[in-house]
């Protein structure tokens, strides 16, 4: 039985990828490199899928990793800088106009100075470093938004059903025993069922925006097939976020399609005061419901209590340790050491990595600098944003959405941190693409490189 419905999921994957097929989007073969590294981050380490792991103590698994899963990250990051490099005018012009991204990595590298583990810091950093190079994999792809389209697509057809597959067939894989509530929890292929509810949620999004753009082309040629796969997804997105209760996921998702919706009308084209108003009063309300409503209505609307389930505990226990304020306690290092215990003997429980909120993870690690960089990303990117919107109200409110959907998401679960899904997601949101004039406007022309639009040859990768 369970063999006969494994086929039929697998079936209906391949399905997906056929309903989905489109001649007329055709993206390089290169987006297959960041497509295997989400494909990880959202899932889990090689090792884990390997069973490397298997009996090693947990504090060791947060701090030190395996040889494997460094090995496939940089393999990864190689790829993606021989592509780069191929693309060199379009990287150049690119990074040119996204200056605050470079300043943050930057900042993020010299902080590795004070941090108490440099050697495993200088580690992340390199992962971090490979999250931006995905990024530009994709974004300087002869055409970025089918990149961005069949890069979404490709994670949503596999994860997803693959999570169901987990949870309904191999429960031994996909679920687990919460000892302290008495309660069975679902996370899928993940580890987690947070990380399910994200990388659902980003899914649903990225579904979203592809059915609003087909209804978008009324003459599109087998239409029912494209809204037949992303319906799929949506079903799939909203029966995993209800199963995994991953709440967070679950109302950024709502409300972050709603801000898709609302914003991809063509008259808004345009109309940055509307725009700020969707985007801004979806975060508002999100804060207000979070850390400003003290009867709690809002939150047990969504099923959460007043200590958004132990996470003002953890909250607590950071805070106690007074990092410095101004630079904290070097990039990604304050899970280090004995500070992570101390936070689970503090709290009760173990398990427990980041800070649960997104805005405290960046403070504790980088102090004030690293979040004053950060809101400087955001808004930089929110000016993208806009920008782009203005030319294309379609990609515009997609990348809104996104946007919108990552503050909120980060506001209880630590949605910037380079390893993640979301930021990710975010990365691809917020960077600004050159013009072609500005590409041209790199080497002289009498030195020819690569052009913007490479032209196919087979199937090269780049």
Known sequence: MHLAITVVILTGIAGLFYLDRDPAIRPSTAVWIPTA?????SSRQVSDWLSLNHGAPLVSRFTQGHL???AFFSFLILLGLLVLNYRSRQVVATLHRNLPLIVYLTYCALSLLWSDFPVVGFKRWIKALGSIVMALVILTDRDPESAIRRFFSR???LLLPLSVLFIE???SLGTGWDPTGHVIYYFGVMTQKNELGVVSMLCGLASLSAILSTLDQRHMPHRSRHFAAHGTVLLMTFWLLYRSDSMTSMASLIIACGVMVLAGRPWAAGRRAYLYSIAGGAFVLAVFATFIDESGVLLRMIGRNATLTGRTDIWKAVLSFHTNPLVGTGFDSFWLGDRIQTVWRMIGYTGVAEAHDGYLEIYINLGWIGLVLLIWIILRGYRNIIALHCRDHRAGSA???F???GLMYSLTEAGFRAETPMWLAILLAI???APAYEIAAVEPASHP???QFVRPLGRRIL
Not at 37 to 41: D, F, G, K, Q
């Open 399 to 401: 990348r809104l959405a």
């Open 403 to 405: 946007l919108t959907a």
């Open 449 to 451: 490189a690569p052009s």
């Open 155 to 157: 994670v949503s057809f």
């Open 169 to 171: 067939v191999y429960p």
């Open 37 to 41: 590294w989400m494909l990880i981050v």
């Open 68 to 70: 494997s899963d460094a």
């Open 431 to 433: 960077t600004a693409l």
